[in-house]
Nanobody, 126 residues
Framework: QVQLVESGGGLVQPGGSLRLSCAVSGFTSHYQAIAWFRQAPGKGREGVSCLSSRGGYTSYADSVKGRFTISRGDGKDTATLQMNSLKPEDTAVYYC???????????????????WGKGTLVTVSS
């Protein structure tokens, strides 16, 4: 059974940083990409960033380019999202998900993803 567990969320002041982690377990074959999504209160789920497992291809939503960085974590099947210069509009529940290679899902369509974590809350507020 595939399981994704996010961690690292919390309360941070505007301009601050947070580092989210996603741990993947139960996957016997190599997955194609891991991505981060977020959902703010009253809004739909938005693709944030994607990392392909082969070649290291990455993509970012325009709203986070230059501020967020996706990378492999220290563990074998982990991924991190380093979030800098956080803004109040970054407040959301952040989810990690497994799905197709990033270049085959350029708009980070959530419907294309196969497995999801339960999310971690990020609140940016003074």
């Amino acid at each position: 059974q595939v399981q994704l567990v996010e961690s690292g969320g919390g309360l941070v002041q505007p301009g601050g940083s947070l580092r989210l982690s996603c741990a993947v377990s139960g996957f016997t074959s190599h997955y194609q990409a891991i991505a981060w999504f977020r959902q703010a209160p009253g809004k739909g789920r938005e693709g944030v960033s994607c990392l392909s497992s082969r070649g290291g291809y990455t993509s970012y939503a325009d709203s986070v380019k230059g501020r967020f960085t996706i990378s492999r974590g220290d563990g074998k099947d982990t991924a991190t999202l380093q979030m800098n210069s956080l803004k109040p509009e970054d407040t959301a529940v952040y989810y990690c998900a497994l799905g197709p290679p990033c270049d085959l899902n350029p708009r980070l369509n959530s419907a294309a993803m196969d497995y999801w974590g339960k999310g971690t809350l990020v609140t940016v507020s003074s």
